[in-house]
């Protein structure tokens, strides 16, 4: 295991999607590497629920169930999970049209992988696995929140986070990390910094995040620094802070309170053929129109 995946965070990533996939001995069907995002879909073969006889009264029935059990075959199941694209990825990829040959462990392994593009596709394969939207989603999701439900209609899906926050924001010394087009426009969040890699107009590169986060109340974090290997120096800085760890790049895992997170806001997938098109297509916070809904746990 190489020096990264030895690290408490990307060793508790790693070691729980890899159970999931040995458990269900999944495989890697389909991989998008898009301008916005990345996309894995797994799967593996699930047997139907089998009918519990020693509850049935009728004999005759339940040799009939019984023979129709036996004759099903297992059920092929599909999972999809996404992580944010790399901001300036290779133009051309050295494993295209070798992403799912082989096993997927070796995949999974690459979470620790320097390279971008290998980093990015195996933290959307860990999310797949470990997020699973087809059978039974992670427990920490079910349990989670819709913040739609409390906040104005009218506002646009991708900043459900922090409209839902802002009451607690007022006053407050806010840093975000990620640009998210649109803050501007939310109430409550007027002492806010945004701190980027690629930073716009008015954002703080990141290297500022050594001099502001410690003096932060609030701290929201771009889930996508998982994949570029800045969140456990993101989160040592933010000690003192309430933290958020957020968006569609989020494992869900009820172990990040471990780590300083005090909520989670990652995404369900409520659509994954959209979801897939819209990548395909360049697609950017559509989806969260379109395809996946926030959810939030406070841990």
Wanted: proline share 5%; glycine share 6%; aromatic share 8%.
């Amino acid at each position: 295991m190489n020096q990264v995946l030895q690290h408490d965070i990307y060793q508790l990533i790693y070691s729980q999607a890899e159970a999931i996939a040995r458990k269900k001995n999944a495989s890697i069907s389909t991989v998008l590497l898009g301008l916005n995002w990345s996309l894995v879909k797994i799967e593996y073969e699930q047997l139907a629920a089998q009918v519990d006889l020693s509850r049935q009264g009728d004999t005759r029935k339940n040799a009939q169930l019984n023979d129709e059990n036996e004759s099903q075959s297992p059920r092929l199941t599909q999972s999809t999970g996404l992580c944010f694209s790399p901001p300036a990825p290779l133009r051309t990829f050295p494993e295209a049209g070798k992403l799912s040959d082989g096993l997927l462990i070796e995949k999974l392994a690459a979470l620790g992988s320097w390279d971008a593009c290998q980093s990015a596709v195996a933290l959307a394969l860990a999310n797949a696995l470990i997020n699973d939207n087809a059978d039974g989603k992670a427990m920490c999701l079910t349990e989670a929140l819709n913040p739609a439900d409390f906040v104005d209609r009218a506002c646009p899906p991708h900043l459900l986070v922090f409209h839902y926050f802002a009451p607690q924001l007022r006053s407050k010394k806010v840093a975000i990390i990620g640009h998210y087009p649109g803050l501007d426009e939310i109430q409550g969040l007027t002492c806010q910094l945004c701190l980027e890699r690629n930073p716009q107009a008015g954002d703080l590169p990141d290297s500022a995040a050594e001099y502001v986060l410690p003096e932060m109340d609030w701290v929201f974090i771009t889930a996508s620094s998982i994949a570029n290997k800045t969140l456990p120096r993101l989160l040592q800085l933010s000690i003192d802070a309430k933290v958020v760890l957020m968006g569609p790049s989020l494992p869900w895992l009820a172990e990040w309170r471990n780590f300083g997170v005090d909520y989670l806001a990652g995404v369900a997938i409520a659509d994954a053929d959209q979801l897939w098109t819209i990548a395909a297509e360049a697609g950017g916070t559509r989806i969260f129109t379109q395809a996946v809904d926030y959810r939030l746990l406070a841990l």
